[in-house]
């Protein structure tokens, strides 16, 4: 053996395993410079850390789509069946014993060629270097093919990314580097054992030198010699040298001097084995290798490059090439090329919202949201009429369910998603009120949404345009995310500021916007919002690192502490403040939530936490709840008590509701005044707690305590019977 061989075997055992090791760990750094740019997506989204580690449903579908976003649905559907605790403790199994095997292959196709040199196996390999390949190729192969089930789905998929095409060539590899071990091991094996000539003890005159000592290593027909020391021993006796190696580590043929250092034994036991001669300090004259010889040699440096080109495969797919090595396919074709070419003149301001949207970064291009399907009913016919690609007019959350599934969960169990029912039951307006259908249209309908219908496969006028938080598709789905993300931008902070729902939640009956401009919370937002980090590098929107007063979203949506973000605005919810009487969410008889109001009120004191003091986190609700109960008490439930008395003794007649004057004030009670007052409080807006709420309800309770007694008196009230557009439809 050589003598350096144990210090450069250490040395290469230690370096070899942690580069590999290294290698593998690599991905969740490049992530986060990288692939979360692209997709404009934070480290959570892919990792169950939400700093990275190991990754949830969501990233595992990402690296199986090969690095690609959006994700198509099958591939979400299919990562998701695969995160149960069975898969995902047989992929950690399976995907070990892979790394362990290509650890300990091709440390040993290093070491052949580092520390033994392939031109000195001239026997052939050694038997245990044969069984250890054979049990890493089959390793690899079984191993392997799991994984790459796991992560391809499709033949397709080998040749639409970079991955893909990576892991195809490194197959392509693996198969080579398997077919030409399995020939070197069988076909080229047994050869090079027959063109051996078996070698004689040497004359006892002969001259051994290091070179033909080599010659002596123990393989069938040959004898079994070490050297120590200058001197050479026939260890071929030695039950501890079978096949002329010791204890698997140490080979004939080779001097021991360094070597012994490292035993466990010293020099005495070569005095059980026999002594041969001095060794021969004269160099021979090198032999040539014999034909089979030499094709070991070739195989062995194609096998070397072969691993260097499977790891070069590998540093591609995990930092990237300089060259995009497979054309941009899919939405980027069309987002480049017809779609763009066209709006960039005919809608400038959709081009260029799209254009700074994370869309267009993460290559979701026209088709990915407008292509029909085929239960899309609504084509436009401008497209049609210029024989451009078919486009559906109509977006809804169907569409972005396929990126964003959560989140179109979320939303459909939300009092937002079912608000144009809602409506219809709370709102006598709609039912009863002097009203006609465009009044409707673009009153409440551009809020809550209108029921789109289809026309001869065009939307009908006043259901369409609109983007009301309860739209109903024409495929069924509930609302319309633009609502908040407004396109074809779709920002995210654009969706965290208080002007994305000022539109709605304005004016007399839900004045959340004016409240929050009002309160504390508005007053720091509108004097240092400008400063706050709206998008922060890690996406963890939070307070006190992002922002320093919470805005509607803080509040309703976004994340808190430990507790994760929703976009069911029905969560955090104690009490229903919209109802005429104020109830608990699960009470409300047009949408009853399926929460439990304590533990949604924990949430939003979590929310509170994170600038207040339990103290005054508590005391807070406390006012609130007392508020609660002052309204329903002593304003609602007597005046409730006097309406309905006055329908019983018909002194209100309920043939229509708001043609007399009582119907009126009494809807404005609590639609208007209680709302104000219910919601300012729960806000922080004194103003509308008490001023546009409370006052307003005492002078509103006495004015219709004194109609109702006058009314009383006479015997009959006013009724409005001319109206302008009462009851006129479309």
Known sequence: MDTKFIKHLRISFILLPAFIIHLASIPCIHATEDYAAETGKDCAFCHQEPVGGELNAMGFAYVKAGYRYPIPERILEK???????????????????????????FGAIFYIHLFIKPSRLIGGIPKHERILGVSCMITLALTGSYLTWVRIDSWEQFFNSTFGLMLFIKILLFVLMVAIGITAITV??????????????????????????????????????????????????????????????????????????GAPHGAEVLENVRYVRELSEQRSAAKRPTPAHKVF????????????????????????????LVPNAGAGVSARGTCIECHMSETPGIYHGWSNSLHAKVNVGCLRCHKPGHDTPVISERHLQYDIIPVSLVVTPKTCQGCHPKEVDQYDKSKHAHTLEIMWK??????????????????????????????????????????????????????????????????????????????CHLGPDHPQIEIYNESKHGTIYHAEGNEWNWRPDDGRWKAGSSYRAPTCAACHISEADDMPATHDVTERLSWETQAPLTVRPNEFKPFPAKTDWKRERTKMKRVCLQCH????????????????????????????NLIDSLYRERFLSRESYFDEDLEWEFYELWHHDGRRARMGAAMMAPDYAWWHGFYELKHRYIHIRKAASDLRQKGIGHIHRDFPGKFQEE
């Open 79 to 105: 990562s998701a069946s695969l995160q149960t605790p069975f898969h995902k403790t047989l992929r950690f199994v399976i995907g070990y014993l892979h790394l362990l095997a290509a650890v300990v292959f």
């Open 613 to 640: 003091s339990i103290g005054w986190t508590d005391d807070h609700f406390s006012n609130l709840d007392r508020v609660i109960e002052n309204y329903n008490e002593n304003y609602f439930k007597p005046i409730k």
């Open 188 to 261: 080229v094996h047994r050869l090079m054992g027959k063109e051996a000539k078996p070698v004689e003890p040497p004359h006892k005159e002969a001259d051994i030198s290091l070179e033909d000592l080599r010659h002596f290593d123990g393989a069938p027909g040959r004898p079994a010699y070490v050297a120590y020391e200058g001197k050479i021993y026939d260890v071929g006796s030695s039950p501890k040298w079978k096949e002329g190696r010791h204890f698997g580590k140490h080979s004939a043929g080779t001097d021991l001097t360094e070597a012994m250092g």
């Open 297 to 324: 040699i070739v195989m062995a440096y194609i096998n070397l490059v072969i691993i260097f080109l499977v790891l070069g495969c590998i540093s591609v797919w995990r930092w990237g090439f300089p060259v995009r």
């Open 426 to 503: 709370v709102d006598n307006w709609l039912n009863d009120g002097m009203n006609n259908a465009i009044e409707r249209t673009t009153g409440c309908y551009a809020c809550h949404g209108t029921v789109v219908e289809v026309v001869d496969g065009r939307p009908k006028p006043g259901t369409w345009p609109n983007v009301g938080v309860g739209r109903k598709n024409p495929d069924d789905t509930l609302g319309s995310c633009s609502s908040c993300h407004t396109r074809h931008r779709f920002s995210v902070v654009e969706a965290r500021k208080p002007e994305a729902c000022d539109q």
